[in-house]
């Protein structure tokens, strides 16, 4: 059965003629998986005082020195992020107000700085990670692993297909090879 609202969006589109209205509904599906995901991810942080977006900023950081990055520079958090440099300032001045992050000097141009986790920043992306992630996972639990790779293999799809149809750079918010 169709849901009413699909139905009546539906039968709006085809007073205008529009037979097909999948890339809305795939689109609107997304965004409201995306909203819940973020609202549910925010409540389980709380404890830690840590808003999704921070705690995927300090874990960037945390795989970066794991690859022996020593630092990373904002342009890069912000591009990985895919948010405004504005929202990265935000977001690093509040991770170093809580001593999360350190910011050093860029060594060959001084003008510029880079961001690494603090032995604090450092010691919550080790404790918290195996939690949330395993919270994550209890998140899509309904689904069997076959369910699982399908979905994944579907939605790297329709990213691929976004950014052939959208041109955008084949670079955005890049699906395989992420850091």
């Not at 973020?38 to 005082?49: L, P, S």
């Not at 504005?86 to 001045?93: A, P, V």
């Not at 404790?127 to 992630?133: L, Q, R």
């Amino acid at each position: 059965m169709i849901h009413p609202y699909r139905q009546q969006f539906k039968n709006l589109m085809a007073e205008h003629g529009i037979a097909e209205t999948h890339g809305v509904e795939v689109m609107r599906m997304i965004r409201i998986l995306a909203n819940a995901y973020d609202a549910i991810v925010q409540a389980h942080m709380r404890e830690e005082n840590l808003s999704a977006p921070r705690w995927r900023l300090l874990l960037q950081l945390y795989a970066a020195e794991m690859r022996g990055e020593t630092a990373v520079s904002p342009t890069r958090i912000s591009r990985f992020q895919n948010v405004t440099k504005n929202t990265i300032s935000s977001l690093l001045r509040s991770l170093e107000e809580d001593g999360l992050i350190e910011r050093e000097l860029d060594r060959n141009d001084r003008r510029q700085f880079n961001i690494c986790l603090s032995s604090a920043g450092r010691e919550l992306i080790r404790a918290s990670a195996p939690g949330h992630v395993a919270y994550l996972n209890e998140l899509i639990a309904d689904l069997n692993p076959d369910e699982i790779d399908q979905l994944q293999a579907l939605l790297e799809k329709v990213h691929g297909s976004l950014v052939h149809h959208g041109d955008l750079p084949s670079t955005y918010c890049t699906v395989k090879g992420e850091e």
